[in-house]
């Protein structure tokens, strides 16, 4: 059961974070382990996804749900290989016009083997 948390500083300001990480269409690019998105139901506060992922000889697809607020993401887990996923991005901004970024990502894969694979992968994105 993978789990990372992470908080980190940068020298973007909230909204530049808070933007990159809404740009769910754009994973694909900057993910290692994301292969394919699919954005559909979009609303001003919230979007369904769809995500291929993979590494090596997997590739799965999940869906979840994606939920805007003023300083938070929230991430829901809908339907896919995975019995559970519970993910956010807490944006802060700091005192030098940057911004503080609170992560968390806690999932579990039905596939055993699926799961170390990527879990072992996912720290380099």
């Avoid at 809404?22 to 609303?43: E, K, N």
């Avoid at 993979?54 to 993401?73: A, L, N, P, Q």
């Avoid at 809908?78 to 990502?105: E, M, S």
Wanted: hydrophobic fraction near 40%; proline fraction near 3%.
């Amino acid at each position: 059961m993978p789990k990372f948390t992470d908080v980190k500083d940068f020298p973007y300001s909230k909204d530049q974070m808070y933007q990159m990480v809404a740009d769910v269409d754009s994973y694909a690019d900057f993910l290692p382990w994301c292969q394919g998105v699919r954005v559909y139901g979009r609303t001003e506060k919230s979007l369904y996804a769809d995500l291929i992922i993979g590494f090596k000889m997997f590739r799965e697809r999940f869906t979840s749900y994606v939920t805007f607020c003023d300083d938070r993401i929230e991430v829901e887990y809908i339907k896919g290989p995975l019995k559970y996923l519970h993910n956010h991005w807490q944006f802060t901004a700091t005192a030098d016009g940057g911004c503080r970024v609170d992560f968390l990502v806690d999932f579990e894969f039905k596939n055993r083997l699926f799961e170390k694979m990527i879990g072992a992968f996912f720290t380099e994105a």
